[in-house]
């Protein structure tokens, strides 16, 4: 299965920051490659489909790059709603399978 | 608005069955595929099943092959996930999720429930 890697676990960012999350795949993904924001006691939420397509509703402060092996998401501007845990996940091949997250917190 | 819903969830003892429901609304559920998610405590994300809109393909994950079966009713708006010979690792936040591409499978998640637990402790 395709093994999805996530850095940094934690990224401690002030308000008005920008952050920048990494992933990285075991394999080419193509551009197969979402990103879903969780938040504590909620369901994840998709914000970025084919590596770079903002889903419905989703601030262009959110942006996401890459393809093949590597990705990142880019949040440009950190609002006080945005501290939460992203998850990459590939669709390139089955299983589908996610990253291990990456916790924004307030610094 | 999309909205699904899960329930059915709830404390069984190792070895024995469980089934979960989720209802869709606010979308032409017979058009979309449905996959299960769930997420231990304090884990991340195993994706476990997918069925097609039809129902007609089912996807596994190898950790749950052979004991768990999606299945989904189109005339009731209803995706269903039987869990049989429960173990401790089985334990999780089971989420329902609607694919992303009407009348086939992208493995994009778009729309997901708030989940049911799940514990199997004796």
């Known amino acids: 299965e395709i093994v999805m890697t996530q850095f940094p676990a934690t990224l401690s960012v002030s308000p008005g920051e920008r952050a920048t999350l990494s992933c990285r795949a075991s394999?080419?993904?193509?551009?197969?490659l979402a990103w879903h924001q969780q938040k504590p006691g909620q369901a994840p939420r998709l914000l970025i489909y084919?590596?770079?397509t903002r889903a419905t509703g989703i601030p262009d402060r959110f942006s996401g790059s890459g393809s093949g092996t590597e990705f990142t998401l880019t949040i440009s501007s950190l609002q006080s709603e945005d501290f939460a845990v992203y998850y990459c996940?590939?669709?390139?091949?089955?299983?589908?399978?996610f990253g291990g997250g990456t916790k924004v917190e307030i610094k | 608005q999309v909205q699904v819903v899960e329930s059915g969830g709830g404390v069984v003892q190792p070895g024995r069955s469980l089934r979960l429901s989720c209802e869709a609304s606010?979308?032409?559920?017979?058009?979309?595929?449905m996959h299960w998610v769930r997420q231990a405590p304090g884990k991340g994300l195993e994706w476990v099943a997918v069925i097609w809109y039809d129902g007609k393909n089912k996807s596994y994950a190898d950790s749950v092959k052979g004991r768990f079966t999606i299945s989904r009713d189109n005339s009731k708006n209803t995706l269903s996930l039987q869990m049989n010979s429960l173990r401790a690792e089985d334990a999780a936040v089971y989420y329902c999720?609607?694919?992303?591409?009407?009348?086939?499978?992208?493995?994009?998640?778009?729309?997901w429930g708030q989940g049911s637990l799940v514990t199997v402790s004796s």
């Open positions: 996940q590939q669709f390139d091949d089955w299983p589908l399978t």
């Open positions: 606010g979308f032409t559920f017979n058009t979309h595929g």
């Open positions: 999720a609607r694919d992303a591409l009407q009348y086939d499978i992208s493995g994009a998640l778009d729309y």
């Open positions: 084919g590596a770079s």
């Open positions: 394999q080419s993904v193509s551009r197969n």
